[in-house]
Structures are given as C-alpha cells and as structure tokens.
C-alpha cells in the first residue's frame, strides 16, 4: 500500500509541476497581452510576451533601420518589450531628456561601469553623483579648452591629409571608413593620453583597439538587457578561468595599457608643458578634496574614447556620404570653402571658429548628423510620472526611451521630408531653427545628460569636413554599395571604398 501510495504522489508531482508551468506561462500571457498597462500599446506580437525580440534585432545589428521603421508602421508609441516603449514624441522628448527633467537612467547602464575603474559618468545613475562627475570635468571638455587643444587636432589632421594626398596621386582606393576612424582615434589620444595611438602613422588599428572596444560595445548594449548584465564576464571566475584557458582579456589588456599611459604622464619632468585633457584629469579632486584616485583618473581616461572617438567618426562617414549622394549640395559646399579660402587669403589650416562663417557648411553638418546620428539604441530612463502619449497612459516607472536615430527623423517635428537630406532646413528664419535645435536628440538632448564629448566631435568633425573637401575631390568605388552599417548601440559604417582626387594646397611638390 504504501508503495502504491509512493507511486501516485511520485506521479502526481511529474503530472502537477508542468500543468503548473503551464497555467503560469498562460496566465503571463494573457495578463502580458490582454491587462499589462502597456497592453493598449501597438508593437510586435512577439515583444508584448517578452524582451526576445527586442534582444534579437539588437544582436541583428539593424536597429538602426529597424527601429525608424518600427514607428512608421506603428506609430510614435511602440511597445518593443514587455514593459519598455520606444517613443518618437515632441513632448516626450522634453519630459524625458531636457533640462529639468526628472526622469532617471535604467538599470541598464549598469552594464557601462568598467570593473576595474572609479565610478563611471555614462553609467551613473544617482543624478547628484553624475552631477559631481560631470562638474569635475567640465572645463577639460568645455568649448575654450577644445579650442586651446586645436593645435593637437590639428597635427593629427596634418598627418591624415598628407597620407591621404599620398594615395590619390598613386590612383589608390581608400576605406574612409577606416581613416576617419584612425583620425578619431588618434585625436582622442593626442587629447586624453598625451600622444597620439599610431594608428594615422601606421595605417593600421593599434593594438586591435577599435575592433576590441567596438567588441566590446557590442557585448554591453547588448547584455544589459539580461539578468546579470555583463557580470557574466567581468566577475573573478569568469576573469581567473579565461586566464586558465589563455583567452585574451581586453578589458584588463586596455586597463593596464591606459594605466601605463597614466604612470608615464604622472612621472614625465614635463608634465606641466603639455596642457591636453590629461592634465585636467589628474589635477582632479576627491569627494574629500584631496587628489583623485588613479582608478577615477583611469575612468575619464577611458571616458575619452567612449566620448570622442566614434561620435566624430560615425558624423565624419555621414557627411561625406550624404554629399557623395547628393552632387549638387557637394559643389555648393566646396565653392563655399573654396571662396573662403580665396577672400580670406587663407595660407594656413582653416580653424573651428572660421568655419563657423561657413552658413551652407554649418547646415550640412548639422543635417548629415541629423540624419545619421551615432547613438542607433534608446536612450533609456524611468517615466517620471504618469504621461500622456497619443492619448494613451503610461504609467510611471515605465522603461522609456527614444532613439537619435527615430526621433531625428519624427515628421511632425522636421517635416514631410524628414527622411531626405535636406541642408537648407537649417538656413531658414531663426525662431524655425531654434524650435529644430530644441529637438534635435544626435547629442542626447539638451539637458544634463548630453554627450559630453560633443565639443570634440564638432570641433574635429569642422576642421576635418573644411580641409578635406578643400584639398580633394571624392566619390563612392560602388554608389550602389557605398558602406556596411553594423548598429550595435553606436551605429558604426564599415567598407567606406571611395576613390579621391588631389586638388591643392598641400604644399605641392
């Protein structure tokens, strides 16, 4: 009897577990697509039951093209998760991003704070901490010293342009794609480690460094959406058993490379000659107002390529793309420069400040970035109170967020022709162009939270836009084919192959 017994429990609990699992998956079904306060909202079957879908179209590496599309077919409102919308909304925008705002950052960047570094500016989510992060180092990204820092730009500049006039007189192709990225990447180290990476000098990528750190991109965006985030790979075991295996760690590869960078400077006997980013650095102070640790040192360090070098390259690709696409802009702008030069009399590089002279060359600057921001992934944060979208609840504490890419490109902000390179949407009357600037999401917005590297890239992105299309003339090897554009939170343009004409004006020989 009592085996019998023994037996119908024992069965009893094989047969009980899985009809459990089942009503409980039914029910988070039906509450997921039928109760959920999102539920009201249109989006992707799949993305009402669970984050899948969403997950899967980031590891695709389209969201770029797949989020604008997204709202096209659903509306400015679109649910990609179970508890997260993607919005594309003036007021949102506002609420969410602009100066005032209450709204905080997600739990997902979490995944940005590096292990082995001080508190990261990016990740930081207590808005009085980022607020002391920031503040500390604001004058090394401010707007006079990037202009003080010119020179050191402008070196790397040389060097590229000289290269580059090298290849067109031998009739070579060249990848812009990778220059631009030699050029960033180069400036971010003249600016934030003393000298320049090599990668310019050397044609090459330096140590594998934008691979790894484009990698490494790929992995965070993309694990901050799972439990556990990046913990998976950065925590002691997993670190001691790839050291076991002899697997490459970067993140400790580039921690120690930069460190050494860092004990370099600190020991030169002509630290104080070089006033770059670096210097600011370690000048920091502490909470307590004694200097800073070397791993806070270490983390703006590291800040430096995270908010210099793709942000400028990403807007360098897109300027010269949309030209290359659009012929008659390409011949306005250039007799632009061109009669600049001339009028001016102009024998030396033309500076940041200069081009701002430039109406036609400010707008297409402006309107290439618009159209091809470098952020492709939602900006995340909490909704600070209940709000109002297209006459549909949200409540607080939902996951919103609204991607550069999609919002720059919303029609009842920019208009019917918001997909379409247009420049002179930035040569109208002012109080138009102020309400555009207001919405204009490429740097994050205009609040706390905007990137803080935005001086560099507009600042290198001028200066090298005004030299290039002075010194050569360029096209696309396949029009039809023109780049790759992997989007894996920066929206990154690969295999850039253009065939470019040497001009003038580089001390011809």
């Known amino acids: 009897m009592s085996s019998l017994l023994e037996n119908i429990t024992s069965d009893s609990i094989y047969l009980t577990l899985p009809a459990t699992l089942l009503v409980a998956a039914v029910g988070i079904i039906f509450y997921r697509l039928s109760l959920h306060p999102l539920a009201h909202f249109p989006g992707p079957f799949e993305a009402k039951l669970s984050g899948s879908w969403r997950n899967r179209h980031y590891w695709q590496g389209q969201w770029h093209e797949d989020v604008v599309q997204l709202h096209k077919k659903y509306g400015p409102a679109v649910r990609i998760a179970p508890n997260e919308l993607s919005l594309v909304d003036a007021d949102a925008l506002r609420l969410l991003y602009n100066h005032g705002t209450k709204a905080v950052k997600t739990d997902w960047y979490w995944v940005w704070q590096a292990p082995n570094a001080g508190p990261a500016l990016f990740s930081a989510l207590d808005k009085n901490i980022h607020a002391y992060l920031r503040k500390r180092v604001s004058a090394a990204y401010s707007m006079s010293s990037m202009l003080k820092y010119e020179d050191y730009m402008q070196e790397c500049l040389d060097l590229m342009l000289q290269k580059l006039k090298k290849h067109a007189k031998a009739g070579n192709e060249v990848d812009m794609a990778k220059w631009a990225g030699y050029l960033a990447f180069d400036t971010v180290g003249s600016l934030g480690y003393g000298a320049p990476l090599g990668m310019l000098e050397t044609e090459s990528d330096v140590m594998a460094l934008q691979e790894n750190i484009h990698q490494g991109f790929t992995l965070m965006s993309n694990m901050g959406h799972y439990w556990g985030q990046a913990r998976w790979l950065t925590n002691p075991y997993t670190m001691k058993m790839m050291e076991i295996l002899g697997v490459p760690n970067f993140f400790d590869m580039f921690d120690k490379w930069t460190m050494k960078k860092l004990e370099a400077r600190k020991q030169s006997e002509n630290k104080e000659e070089r006033l770059d980013m670096l210097s600011h650095f370690l000048k920091m102070k502490a909470p307590d107002g004694g200097p800073a640790d070397d791993k806070d040192v270490l983390m703006e360090a590291l800040n430096v390529i995270g908010a210099g070098a793709d942000t400028t390259s ?70 600070p109170a209940d709000m109002i979208v297209e006459g549909k609840r949200i409540p607080i504490g939902t996951v919103l967020g609204m991607s550069p890419t999609a919002a720059n490109r919303d029609p009842q902000v920019w208009g019917e022709d918001a997909d379409e390179f247009n420049p002179s949407r930035w040569l109208s009357d002012e109080d138009k162009v102020r309400h555009l600037n207001t919405h204009d999401l490429t740097f994050g917005g205009t609040g706390p939270r905007t990137c803080i590297g935005r001086n560099i890239a507009l600042i290198e992105l001028h200066k090298f836009l005004a030299q290039f299309l002075h010194h050569f003339d360029a096209e696309f090897v396949d029009p039809e084919k023109p780049w790759r554009v992997q989007c894996m939170f920066f929206s990154n343009q690969h295999d850039m192959h253009m065939r470019i004409k040497y001009r003038n004006g580089l001390g011809d020989d």
């Open 314 to 383: 990403i807007a360098m690709r897109a300027c010269l793309y949309y030209l290359c696409k659009t012929p008659d802009a390409y011949r306005r702008i250039q007799q632009e420069i061109d009669e600049y030069y001339r009028s001016k009399g102009l024998r030396q590089p033309i500076t940041y400040q200069q081009t701002l002279e430039l109406p036609f060359f400010c707008a297409v600057t402006r309107e290439a970035t618009r159209l091809f921001p470098s952020i492709g992934y939602q900006l995340l944060r909490y909704a």
